[in-house]
């Protein structure tokens, strides 16, 4: 045990890590410098740890590889020049050490050629070099920087547990070390009182032999010296500013973390986040030393804080992460309720196939466990063997790929009653295990991998991003990066080309609100939809924007036109001279007599979408060809409102109703030609198109004269830019399945939001400015008088200061319009510049369901409408 003075000492000593991306360039050899020249004017005595250069593990892995067929010669040659590359851009030449090193690797694999014979300590060997090269080059540069660095190898300070009950390959592959506070290291390394540089990943075990820590080993080595010198604390160094609360790179809403206990740290990472390795928690927790994590590139941003010591400890989500390649192993058997010893038993065949089960979930008859790829080789010939073990005690499946997705944070149960709008979101996706934590600190859902990216960015939208900003929450990605290149950014939208901002600024110039419409957006758009071949028409449902100019630019491309009501039957013919009436298709609902007779006078294709009609007035269809619109007994979509099918919805003819249906068609004399079905909006998966498509299909042949299956619409928009949107080539591909399994059968789609939504933008003058508070207010000369999707279906629309698209989005403010209701709320808690008086905001994604819903509500007229 050391004396007080001596910890006093000791707590001086600060350890950095820094990570392959953070080595592999020279603007953050420099940055690196700075921080070190910091730390030490602090008075910190510092000890790099640092990783290979980024990719060269990889590129060892293969080396390894391509020597058992003796072609190592180029992969060898590309790792000896990526780190003499980076020495030039350091302006330093690699020293005798480095030489060295890469003599003892071409040694190495030169005998793995000759040989061909590979084992677990070769390999160690070889893989160890990727930090021993690198760490060379970074004493060289920073000593030439006049940072007085002595190189320090890591085998001679780090050594392996002997663990009896570990395999030969985990020992030398994926070593644990002691950490105990070590006096003699600490004060060998304070007697050549220089900054030390030591490597991450690597250790050795007793006899002396390289071992490694496994992946991501460079975290914890971190730790471990951490440990070991008794350390102040440990700052990890990445290519992020911090902990997140998703992963920043796919939700740019994403938020910093700024302070986290250990536990909730080391649970966050533990599911997928990449930021920190989940083993480097455990000795500094042990220690009680903090835990910084900062950006290389950006040292100046804040970071994130963990400790013991966490200002806010109040039940709350602070982050949602996603781990992918889950493998889910279903063990059944009716009689394992009563069966002593089943688990015991099921869990031995586990440990005898070398695998680590995560998650459980058990019912009377049935145990689901999963599988996490990163701590298990799933390989199918190694879970064929698992299942053929496990099939001997109960009925097995193996169901994959899947995603675990979990909410982290402190005291989840003492809030699940607050989750319920979240939960909704769940509603159309299978979800194959749920797990509480018995730490209470995350609740995990298991659902198809396909599902995975975008609930994540659904579930922080609504249980993250409109918390305000306090001690833990801090500012999202885009916000810290507004004004940098962060790769996650997407490219620039038509509304951003400085040609059209031009033109948009211009009309906000002579109007206070407007909608404008992008035509070259709407051409590509429609250029998309029409490349997807198996789709034999497209029909475009007009409700969604019944402008003039779009139904012709829609018409001119070769759509029908879809229409659910007279008035818009007569604004098509009128806005489209040309129009012919069989391209048309007219889909009333709960529409009196007049309308289909109305519908048939003109000529144009009329849906039925209730029996009622049939009964009451058969004699309206006698001799006509109709088409069924049929509720397959699901819905779907991003809001109660929009999903148009199922027990609680108004539309379509149940399903079950089928037998009733057949008898009044003949009875009525009526040929169905086409049947129809439409479950919703805001719809990602392709799934639900040709699951209707199917069912439709198989209902078809109770129907002789149906030519046509019509899979209706709802195809999603991203709520968010730079969202993943669907792929067309999936859809494709699926539709073309339906249609060899349903030769005889065209299928049609009717996109409506789809085509036109990201062609439109909504652009309002600020009016006023208003602050109650921490919550602070931006007035636009228009509202839910123009744009109701916000307060009907609680809609997202990505809002920006068009007039200062270049200034830092510093402010998180409430965007409203002047309608007298509370719900006049255009979007919450959204990140703006220092937004004035007369300032243009854009709301995008409004080229669907704007005006075509307004209204003049408090006899304010709504934005007009400009096309450019």
């Known amino acids: 045990m050391s004396s007080p003075s001596q910890l006093d000492q000791a707590r001086a000593w600060l350890v950095l890590k820094f990570g392959g991306s953070s080595v592999s360039s020279a603007a953050n050899w420099h940055n690196i410098a700075q921080v070190l020249r910091t730390r030490i004017a602090e008075g910190f005595r510092p000890v790099v740890v640092h990783s290979a250069l980024s990719g060269i593990t990889d590129r060892l892995e293969s080396l390894l590889s391509a020597a058992m067929t003796g072609t190592h010669t180029p992969v060898l040659e590309h790792i000896d020049t990526a780190h003499r590359e980076l020495a030039a851009r350091l302006d330093i030449v690699p020293n005798a050490q480095f030489e060295a090193f890469m003599r003892e690797l071409r040694g190495m694999v030169s005998s793995l050629a000759e040989h061909r014979r590979i084992d677990d300590g070769l390999r160690a060997r070889v893989m160890a070099m990727g930090e021993l090269l690198s760490t060379t080059l970074g004493a060289e540069f920073l000593n030439a920087q006049g940072i007085s660095t002595a190189w320090a190898d890591a085998r001679r300070a780090l050594r392996a547990d002997d663990r009896d009950h570990a395999t030969h390959q985990a020992g030398l592959l994926s070593a644990t070390c002691d950490f ?29 032999d390289t071992v490694l820590l496994g992946r991501g080993g460079s975290d914890t080595s971190s730790a471990y010296f951490a440990a070991k010198l008794q350390a102040a604390r440990l700052e990890i160094w990445t290519d992020v500013p911090g902990l997140f609360s998703a992963n920043p790179r796919s939700v740019p809403t994403a938020r910093l973390l700024r302070q986290l206990h250990y536990d909730e740290a080391q649970e966050i990472a533990s599911n997928g986040a990449k930021v920190l390795h989940p083993r480097c928690v455990l000795p500094v927790r042990q220690y009680k030393i903090p835990l910084h994590v900062y950006a290389t590139q950006a040292p100046g941003l804040e970071g994130t804080v963990i400790s013991e010591n966490v200002a806010d400890s109040a039940a709350q989500v602070k982050a949602i992460a996603i781990k992918k390649g889950i493998t889910l192993v279903s063990m059944e058997s009716p009689g394992m309720w009563h069966q002593v010893g089943f688990l015991a038993d099921a869990f031995q065949v586990f440990k005898q196939h070398g695998l680590s089960v995560d998650l459980v979930s058990t019912s009377e008859t049935n145990v689901t466990v999963s599988l996490d790829p990163t701590a298990n080789t799933l390989k199918p010939a190694a879970l064929e063997r698992l299942a053929a073990g496990l099939g001997e005690l109960c009925r097995v499946e193996i169901l994959g790929p899947c995603a675990s997705l979990s909410l982290l944070g402190q005291n989840i149960r003492g809030i699940l009653h607050e989750m319920g709008s979240a939960f909704e979101l769940f509603q159309d996706h299978k979800i194959y295990l749920v797990t509480q934590a018995a730490n209470d600190l995350n609740f995990t859902f298991v659902i198809d991998e396909s599902q995975g990216d975008r609930l994540v960015q659904q579930l922080h939208e609504r249980l993250i991003q409109s918390i305000g900003s306090d001690r833990v929450l801090g500012p999202t990605w885009a916000q810290l990066f507004s004004d940098k290149d962060t790769s996650g950014v997407p490219a620039a939208n038509w509304w951003e080309q400085p040609q059209k901002r031009r033109a948009l600024l211009d009309i906000a110039a002579r109007e206070s609100a407007a909608f404008v419409y992008d035509a070259e957006t709407l051409d590509a758009t429609l250029a998309a939809v029409l490349r997807v071949k198996s789709v034999k028409r497209w029909a475009y449902a007009m409700k969604a924007n019944w402008h003039a100019e779009i139904l012709r630019k829609v018409y001119g491309a070769g759509l029908t036109l879809e229409c659910v009501s007279r008035g818009e039957l007569e604004h098509a013919f009128a806005s489209v001279p040309a129009l012919e009436p069989e391209r048309v298709l ?94 919703g909006s805001g719809i990602f998966d392709v799934a639900n198109w040709t699951e209707t498509g199917a069912l439709l299909g198989d209902l078809a042949k109770r129907f002789p004269d149906v030519v046509v299956v019509d899979l209706g619409g ?144 408090n006899r304010r007229p709504p934005a007009r409408e400009f096309m450019i």
């Open 586 to 679: 007219f889909t009333p609902n709960f529409a009196p007599r007049a309308e289909y007779e109305f519908g048939f006078a003109r000529g144009v294709r009329v849906t039925l979408d209730n029996l009622y009609p049939l009964k009451m007035w058969p004699e309206v269809f006698r001799g006509r060809e109709i088409f069924l619109r049929i509720d397959p007994g699901f819905g779907r979509g991003h809001h109660s409102h929009v999903r148009t099918a199922g027990v609680h919805t108004k539309f379509g003819i149940p399903i079950s109703e089928a037998d009733e249906l057949v008898a009044l068609t003949k009875a009525a004399g009526v040929r169905v030609t086409g049947l129809h079905a439409h479950t």
């Open 714 to 857: 709802g195809i999603g928009v991203p709520d968010q830019l730079g969202s993943s949107e669907i792929d067309l080539g999936v859809l494709d591909r699926g539709v073309a399945r339906l249609a060899e399994d349903f030769p005889n059968i065209e299928f049609w789609m009717e996109p409506g939001r789809f085509l036109v939504a990201k062609a439109g933008v909504l652009l309002a003058v600020v009016t006023q400015l208003k602050g109650k508070g921490d919550v602070h207010y931006v007035g636009v000369a228009t509202g839910m008088n123009s744009l109701i999707r916000p307060a009907l279906y609680g809609a997202h629309h990505d809002i920006r200061n068009l007039t200062r698209l270049e200034e830092p989005m510093s402010h998180r403010v409430n965007i409203v319009g002047p309608i007298c209701e509370s719900a006049d709320q255009l979007g919450a808690d959204r990140w703006l510049p220092d937004s004035r008086e007369g300032d243009i905001i854009l709301i995008a994604n409004c080229g669907a369901y704007g005006y075509a819903m307004s209204s003049n509500y």
């Open 180 to 208: 105990s506070p070590d006096l003699k290291l600490q004060a060998d390394w304070h007697s050549l009182n220089r900054v030390v540089l030591t490597q991450g990943f690597i250790a050795a075990n007793a006899a002396g």
